[in-house]
């Protein structure tokens, strides 16, 4: 069989079904982009900034939550806030919870993160364990360490006095999430490229000289990141100081989260619960947005 003639193919050709390009992205209109996020920014607005203009309502009454009876006071609880000694205390408190905080779990896990990743050894990484402690006066770990090495005068009802219930619960609180820290700035370190150390160590740069070099500045960004946790998980810490003291003795434990809790539902003055709520979230907001301020002018690219 003869081929068709070489003025037949083209037309052929021309009849074939053409190939649909797909228009370009910017040529979508916006309105379709945004359609997408309705759902989320519903959710958003039903179940945090709707509550959260709530609370700021709130904090202009004077609340009975038990009777229901509501009275407007302008700025009333926040006159009383500021006069009241227990919440400069209890804020106080919160500043020690972050500032420990920062040196432990931010600082101390990424030096341990460092050191562990430096190790080699598969067998001496496994050896980084834990070990868990109590302050019970007679039976508890730490009193029996310090009288076993012969500290003896030094132990003490931790809880119990007011110059160390704060910071005992501090302290447990680090060691309960200091594994976590440390984790996360593994990873971190995992990330460098190892070539970075080698030609380090090779121009005969030390181990600390290295970490400070090399490694604080590649992991600038999730150091940034447990910063803005770690403050704002200090400012917000409830559960650990409700469980231990319960803000005692004699209001020496109190953070600004069991301060919120005592006056809305034992003294039964809402209003006033929500004020502290208020200052709460303008605090931890001012320092994350300080915090991501500084973050991004100190960003390394790499």
Do not use: C
């Amino acid at each position: 069989m003869t081929s068709a003639p070489a003025s037949i193919r083209p037309a052929v050709a021309e009849s074939a079904t053409p190939v649909r390009i797909r228009p370009d992205a910017r040529s979508i209109p916006r309105w379709r982009n945004v359609v997408w996020l309705i759902p989320a920014l519903a959710v958003l607005a039903v179940f945090v900034y709707w509550p959260l203009l709530q609370n700021v309502v709130f904090s202009f009454l004077k609340w009975n939550i038990y009777s229901g009876a509501q009275t407007f006071v302008g700025g009333q609880n926040y006159v009383e806030l500021a006069t009241d000694p227990v919440f400069r205390k209890a804020l106080l408190n919160n500043v020690w919870y972050a500032a420990i905080s920062i040196v432990f779990q931010v600082f101390g896990a990424l030096l341990l993160a460092a050191i562990i990743e430096s190790v080699r050894s598969e067998r001496l990484r496994k050896a980084f364990r834990s070990i868990y402690f109590i302050y019970q006066p007679q039976t508890g770990m730490l009193d029996t360490f310090l009288s076993n090495v012969g500290l003896g005068q030094y132990a003490q009802a931790w809880l119990g006095h007011e110059n160390t219930a704060i910071f005992a619960v501090v302290a447990m609180s680090q060691w309960q999430g200091f594994g976590y820290s440390v984790l996360l700035f593994s990873v971190a370190l995992q990330r460098i490229p190892l070539e970075l150390y080698e030609a380090a160590a090779i121009d005969g740069i030390g181990p600390v000289r290295r970490f400070f070099s090399i490694s604080m500045p590649l992991v600038r960004e999730m150091t940034s990141l447990m910063m803005i946790v770690t403050i704002s998980g200090a400012f917000q810490v409830f559960n650990e100081v409700m469980v231990m003291t319960s803000g005692g003795p004699n209001n020496s434990s109190q953070v600004l989260g069991t301060w919120l809790y005592h006056a809305g539902f034992i003294t039964n003055d809402f209003g006033y619960a929500a004020a502290i709520g208020v200052a709460i979230f303008v605090i931890t907001l001012i320092l994350a947005a300080l915090q991501l301020w500084v973050s991004q002018r100190k960003r390394v690219e790499w």
